[in-house]
């Protein structure tokens, strides 16, 4: 297929990556699998897995991968690139829109509502994804575990997947899980793909390190910038190889240094953030620039705030997505060679059991900040409570997310609906001095 038909169809996909990376995944194998018969379901399928292994958004590096198995490495920086470019610059232009109208009430009142719809839309992702670990060996007790180790002893993130990623690697080698990928030819012939040396991947860990690094090099205090953008730049250049399973996955850790050790937002602006990306093309992970946004605003130093911000903005674009590429030209070859392995689908299951505990963290956080107007912290030696104050319940937000709830649930409105009717009731709300 020619090169100018891939990038319009990229492109195409980029404008129509609402909902999240399951709807992102949808449009993609409906346009490249189904409509456009590229790419075989069984080679889909197998890209799919291994990008759901790795840290980052798995929708952005599926279409990166695909892109590669198309046109090789100009396939895949073209498509990757289109995937985020309109998301990216809408959530720029929306987080800037965000810090000017703070102080505005109805805009206040909007986002109240918007809160009490992400709660819900979270809390269905969990149902959604918990599904996954009925009837596997193994799956829901992995879940069960991550949930613990995060929400009541605060096990750093990357040894939560690192552990899920083990206890699935052994269940598989007890036989316990079968291979879902198979050989199947492709509707039309692809590019060879390149032999995995060890000079080809020094040279591209080379250059993509290079790449990676270039913000910490340009941005220095020592040439005049404030410390937030190394900050930024450094926080987030952790988050890009620890973010398995998505946004949401993440969000939690996210939030707890963005607000807790950095100060860069509170947790209600977070959760505003989250908001945004929803409904926003592109991949949720782009929350992160929300954030980065927000801290380089409220951290400027002697710098123009708008300034700060937008540099802090593609900063931790930068820093989340080029490794994104890294992964997938560093590890294609070779999982191309692994198709069928029982082995990585079992650390697959397992990484994917463990998100769902993960998002039960999330989403628990995000229901005591929604609800509650204050939060407590506990500790007992290692074990940590977080604990509301009862007489700080918000009776609206609780009313507006359990509206949210059905609306998804049960009538069926989608998100995108959900958003909108939240945020006008949230106004409503306002008028009558029920938010906040």
Known sequence: MPFRAALAVWLRVACLS???????????????????????????????????????PEAQQLATYLGWLLHGARGGLCAGVLFVLPGALAMLVLSALYVASERIAWIDALFFGVQA??????????????????????????????????????????????????????????????STTTAEPDPVPLRATPSPTLRRALALLGGFGALWALPFALLHPRLGFPPVLLDVASF???????????????????ADEAVRSYAWLEPQQMIDGLGLAETTPGPLILVLQFVAFLGGWNHAGALSPPLVATIASLVALWVTFVPCFLWIFLGAPYVERLRGSRSLDGMLGGISAAVVGVIANLSLWFALHVLFGSVDEHHAGPLRLLLPRLETLNVAALLLSSLAFLALLRWKLGMAKTLLLCAALGLGASELGFAR
């Not at 987030?236 to 946004?247: E, K």
């Open 18 to 56: 609402f909902g999240g990376p399951a709807g992102q995944i949808a449009v993609m194998h409906r346009i490249v699998v189904e409509e456009k018969r590229w790419i075989s379901e069984a080679r889909f399928l197998h890209a799919l897995q291994f990008c759901t292994l790795l840290p980052g």
């Open 236 to 254: 987030f250049s952790q988050c890009a190889v620890v973010t398995f399973g998505g946004a949401y996955a993440v969000l939690a850790y996210v």
């Open 117 to 178: 719809a992400v709660l819900a839309i979270v809390f269905e992702a969990l149902l959604r994804l918990g599904k996954r670990t009925r009837g596997r060996a193994g799956r829901g007790t992995i879940a069960a575990a991550a949930f613990a180790a995060l929400f009541f002893f605060g096990v750093p993130f990357p040894l939560v997947i690192a552990g899920a990623a083990l206890a699935g690697w052994a269940i598989a080698r007890r036989g316990n899980l079968a």
